[in-house]
């Protein structure tokens, strides 16, 4: 067996799961999830069937983005536990077969960590641990001057700080509290693969990496009439860079992925090319730009399914080819819920919220499920700004308005876009806080927790939840769902997303109606239904409102 089918065996047959801490389960009554929540919910996990948990950061942070922000990469926030809530966690997990994903903010610290305090005291081994750059001799506080580059901040704004003490700019292509790391400085690149072995030692067995193609920047400081990314979006030594962490970090051959912004196919093949060294998968966004446009997260428009189902074509079947590795997920705490967003909750909430996994995890790559999507959560109910927290939300909803959007306009933007429309706390059950919290939620649930939750829907073998469940055993179970060869079909209609599966003998044809109509099927008479998300196999030829099927040929 090559390189490439063991790989395809071992990354083909796990499924990961991602729990956003703070509002998964929350153990002390603060309302804020924490370490011993997720501890006390690994038997409901390890019931789910997952492999690995995708932890958000739990580190200390002032949480100016919600962890993201980090002020040390080896302790606990007091908010989510204790470094012994956390060897306890691991212990749990392990004990039930679930390993643990970490997520390495490298790109960036908080500017409260200790090292950006210390390149504030002017101490030159710190400043050079961060993109300082000089300004102007004359430049003051009140006339900073033009910036470096007028790059744009991830959150809007330009991307650079002026400090008055030092007379020097810091970049931070994030929020002004998230201050950019010079990985050409190889002690930082030291001292992060030293955070990595001290997670391996905790018992730590996979790595998310943050925006980790961000982390190379060009020489020279260009800009254009862009907004930049497209300088050290797959910077120029990104690929250097990324195989000197894994070396230092120890962590060749570990199940890790990268969040891939703005990134190209190119890259993504050699980032995930065992060949490289570099990362075994990646998380790519293009998929999920389909209703933005001209590009424009900030303007609404319904999903082009033809550019999802080409997407979905080129990225499966070119990575195959190339050797690399996708990772196959429609949410995380960054996205809205799929649902809400690319079916219809309020006619077809079963069958929208069913549609989206079958579509992915009988793909070839590695499935991610983001918490409460097994449930079919949807986005909020929120009728104002001030109920959301996520300070993206609150800089857009002013920036959508200075565009020349009306309030109204501009929250209904905001509505559907929100990090907060998959922020909120999981629904353990249909009481008012849903047994997330015994005090009062950081963020409220929406009134449809009350029937979308985890209590009904274990008591209910034909739940959501019991779908993904087979949807888990499936890939678990099959070989050509695994490692199979991946094809995508013309269907006869827009709306369909189909492709087949094929190793050895045994084909697996997938099919999915994205729309409330009725759609033509391909013929799939002999073949024995694998999976579907109505009760009864329906009329020939025809796929109902948001149906998903698969048939198998063995």
């Known amino acids: ?103 390495m903010v490298f790109n960036h610290t908080s500017t409260s960590h200790e090292w950006f305090q210390r390149a504030l005291a002017g101490d030159p081994k710190y400043l050079a641990y961060y993109k300082f750059v000089d300004a102007a001799p004359d430049a003051t506080a009140d006339d900073p001057g033009e910036p470096p580059t007028n790059w744009e901040s991830k959150f809007g704004g330009n991307a650079w700080e002026y400090v008055p003490a030092l007379n020097k700019w810091y970049l931070h292509l994030f929020d002004v509290s998230q201050a950019d790391l010079d990985w050409d400085n190889p002690e930082v690149r030291a001292e992060l693969g030293k955070v990595l072995r001290f997670w391996q030692r905790k018992g730590v067995s996979s790595f998310r990496f943050d ?89 609404l428009m319904e999903p082009d399914i033809d550019v999802l189902r080409d997407l979905y074509r080129t990225w499966q079947e070119k990575m195959t080819a190339g050797g690399g590795w996708n990772s196959l997920f429609w949410s995380n705490h960054d996205q809205p819920r799929p649902n809400s967003r690319f079916g219809d909750t309020v006619n077809y909430w079963y069958e929208s919220s069913t549609l989206l996994p079958t579509c992915t995890h009988l793909m070839r790559g590695t499935p991610y499920i983001y918490q409460g999507e097994e449930l079919g959560q949807t986005i909020t109910d929120f009728t104002s ?57 950081w963020l409220a649930l929406p009134a449809n927790h009350a029937w979308i939750n985890a209590e009904a829907e274990m008591a209910d073998p034909h739940s959501v939840r019991a779908y993904y469940q087979r949807l888990i055993a499936l890939r678990k179970e099959l070989p050509v769902v ?26 697996v044809l997938v099919q999915c109606n994205f729309s409330g109509e009725e759609q033509p099927a391909l013929a799939c008479a002999d073949g024995e239904l694998l999976i579907g998300n109505y009760d009864d196999p329906g009329e020939a030829g025809v796929l109902r409102p948001w149906e998903a099927v698969a048939h198998i040929w063995r």
């Not at 962590?251 to 060949?275: F, H, K």
């Not at 920036?399 to 876009?417: C, L, N, Y």
């Not at 695994?482 to 087949?500: C, M, N, P, T, W």
């Open 1 to 103: 067996m090559s390189v490439l089918d063991d790989r395809a065996s071992f990354l083909g047959s796990k499924v990961v799961y991602q729990i956003y801490v703070r509002s998964f389960c929350d153990s002390d009554g603060d309302g804020i999830g924490d370490l011993p929540g997720i501890t006390s919910k690994l038997d409901y996990l390890a019931d789910l069937g997952v492999d690995y948990l995708w932890i958000t950061p739990f580190y200390p942070s002032p949480q100016n983005d919600n962890g993201y922000d980090v002020a040390d990469y080896c302790a606990i926030d007091p908010l989510f536990g204790t470094m012994d809530d956390f060897d306890q966690l691991a212990a749990q997990a392990d004990a039930r077969g679930i390993g643990l994903m970490l997520d």
């Open 211 to 299: 925006v980790v193609n961000l982390v190379s920047k060009p020489a020279g400081w260009p800009s254009d009439d862009t907004d930049g990314k497209h300088f050290y979006s797959d910077g120029p030594r990104i690929h250097e860079y990324l195989q000197d962490m894994v070396r230092r970090g120890g962590i060749d051959g570990l199940l890790t992925v990268g969040e891939m912004s703005a990134t190209s196919l190119d890259s993504c093949i050699r980032y995930t090319n065992p060949e490289s060294h570099e990362l075994a998968m990646v998380f790519n966004f293009h998929h999920l730009k389909v209703d933005y446009p001209d590009g424009e997260k900030w303007e």
């Open 385 to 441: 700004i001030e109920q959301y927290r996520d300070v993206e939300s609150h800089n857009y909803y002013r920036i959508i308005q200075e565009r020349g959007h009306t309030p109204e306009e501009a929250f209904k933007i905001v509505h559907a876009r929100s990090r907060d429309d998959g922020r909120y706390p999981m629904a353990w059950d249909g009481s008012k806080t849903g047994r997330f919290t015994s005090g009062t939620p």
């Open 482 to 507: 695994q490692a199979g060869d991946v094809r995508f079909l013309d269907a006869a209609s827009d709306k369909v997303i189909a492709y087949e599966r094929k190793l050895d003998d045994v084909r």
